[in-house]
């Protein structure tokens, strides 16, 4: 298995937070694979044999699929015997579900908050492409949003708190134990603690208490990360 993952000035840290739910898929399934790193600017050209502009990819054997959600749901039918990334339909619709509710009202203002910081992560190669694509996104220069992210903070927080009171009464998204739904939120932390020092949430928030209890998973792997020097 191969998989295509975003990567900065660092190759060995990947910080895409839909290839850290393949990441952290691929564990949970026990897979083992090579990561292959790229650069936004190689991404579009290296990945034209899947038909894709975004990673992450996965490669295995003859199979080429591209987009999170659908190598989830691959890895869940082609390696049905192990570990169940959703126990069944039910939670396979919740995780899809989950997926879309963090778009507009967790990534979006997240983004805002750490697309400075991406930026001083990234290849030099990168920062021309980068600045292009992305101040269309948030509306101003990356200069201005290094200054002015305390909005968008608080409307990252503020629609977290759901997922504050759920953690709660419960230890994962998934009940008693971890599975996709929780790689999908978790992704999302790891991409903020690859690129950035800032503090998103208090230390003792239930949101941080089950980010400690995924930390912990699959040997720390996503413990592990650190933000990219």
């Not at 952290?24 to 650069?39: I, Q, R, T, W």
């Not at 003859?62 to 749901?73: G, P």
């Not at 879309?100 to 290849?123: E, G, K």
């Amino acid at each position: 298995m191969k998989l295509y993952e975003l990567v900065g000035r660092d190759s060995e840290k990947g910080f895409s937070p839909f290839a850290w739910r393949i990441k952290m898929a691929l564990a949970h399934k026990g897979l083992n694979y090579e990561s292959v790193p790229l650069h936004f600017t190689e991404i579009k050209e290296t990945l034209t044999f899947a038909d894709s502009k975004t990673v992450p990819v996965l490669i295995d054997g003859e199979n080429s699929i591209s987009d999170s959600w659908n190598i989830a749901c691959y890895l869940e039918e082609y390696y049905s015997e192990r570990s169940s990334l959703f126990e069944g339909e039910k939670g396979k619709a919740a995780a899809q579900l989950m997926g879309h509710q963090l778009a507009r009202p967790l990534l979006m203002p997240l983004f805002r908050v750490l697309v400075s910081d991406i930026y001083n992560v990234i290849d030099e190669c990168d920062k021309d492409y980068f600045r292009e694509t992305r101040e269309p996104r948030i509306g101003c220069k990356i200069e201005e949003a290094a200054k002015d992210y305390d909005q968008a903070l608080k409307t990252f927080q503020t629609n977290l708190l759901p997922y504050q009171d759920y953690f709660n009464q419960n230890d994962f998204l998934s009940g008693q134990s971890a599975a996709y739904s929780d790689y999908i939120l978790y992704g999302m932390f790891l991409w903020a603690r690859a690129t950035s020092g800032k503090i998103l949430i208090e230390d003792d928030s239930s949101v941080n208490l089950w980010i400690k209890r995924m930390d912990g998973l699959f040997n720390g792997l996503g413990g592990s990360v650190s933000l990219i020097k």
